[in-house]
């Protein structure tokens, strides 16, 4: 990592500039969907969080290439919806930082220059240790999401894991990803390409959908603890447990916390929230 950086210099991360997508018009998400987002006083579907956040990884993993994909942490918040169509603009800011290797401030804005999404990410000196949580898990699951009940903040139990289960990226699954982000980078080709960060994200609401029904749910931020490189073919145990829920404005939202295994070790750690009750 050090080499890299030293071989960068100070050089900045280029701009990005890309028409947002909304691939989630068929998900079972209806705030992907016009005339629900019209409902709860949006002005068209809403573009997903995850699509968003795998924008804002481009220009860093341009410039970083391998390392930014195999460790770092990663802290997200989408604080503006983007539509279909928005031309979106991606800055980085690079941070001095004395307690990182690197640090960076990565800004999404539309195109009347407001600011819809921050991620910041940056390498510690020392990463935190795994969470107790990550090893908690009930009987395996083999994929099925049959019998899930629509979500209520009564069934939420905190501190109760869900049904761990595997996920198994090929190759296809994950250029299928890469072909909606319209990522150029070559990383992601192949039988051992990096799975893509969009994909990565996405999987986390994926384990969300696998324990409720969830007929309209805002994505609003994850906390990412990437402690080693996740590829297509590998064989992921994914833990999922609800760690909090509150209330504000009306809204209802839940915290999961998300640990990924890869041959018995801690790949990913994530702490994802979002609204699942939207006030009316």
């Not at 990005?16 to 629900?36: F, G, M, V, Y």
């Amino acid at each position: 990592m050090a080499t890299l950086d030293a071989h960068l210099g100070n050089s900045p991360v280029s701009p990005l500039q890309i028409l947002s997508l909304n691939d989630a018009e068929a998900s079972e998400n209806r705030i992907h969907s016009d005339d629900i987002a019209l409902k709860y006083g949006f002005t068209g579907a809403l573009v997903s969080g995850v699509n968003v956040f795998g924008y804002m990884t481009q220009p860093l993993v341009r410039s970083y290439g391998k390392d930014w994909l195999s460790q770092g942490m990663l802290d997200v918040v989408f604080i503006k919806p983007a539509y279909q169509d928005n031309l979106l603009t991606i800055r980085t800011e690079k941070l001095g930082s004395e307690t990182s290797q690197r640090n960076h401030i990565t800004s999404a804005f539309n195109e009347e220059g407001v600011l819809l999404a921050k991620l910041e990410s940056w390498v510690p000196q020392e990463f935190p240790p795994v969470s107790e949580l990550a090893a908690l898990q009930t009987v395996s699951s083999t994929g099925s999401v049959s019998g899930r009940a629509e979500i209520a903040w009564d069934l939420i139990e905190i501190g109760t894991p869900a049904p761990a289960y595997q996920w198994n990226p090929s190759a296809t699954d994950n250029l299928e990803r890469v072909a909606v982000q319209r990522d150029q980078s070559p990383i992601y080709s192949g039988e051992d390409g990096f799975i893509h960060p969009y994909y990565l994200l996405d999987a986390c609401n994926k384990a969300l959908m696998r324990m409720f029904v969830l007929p309209a749910w805002i994505h609003t931020g994850s906390k990412l603890t990437l402690r080693n490189p996740i590829r297509v073919g590998h064989t992921i145990e994914v833990h999922a447990i609800p760690i909090d829920k509150w209330e504000r404005k009306g809204n209802q939202f839940i915290k999961l916390y998300i640990a990924m295994w890869i041959d018995n070790e801690v790949a990913l750690e994530v702490e994802h929230t979002a609204i699942f009750h939207i006030a009316d």
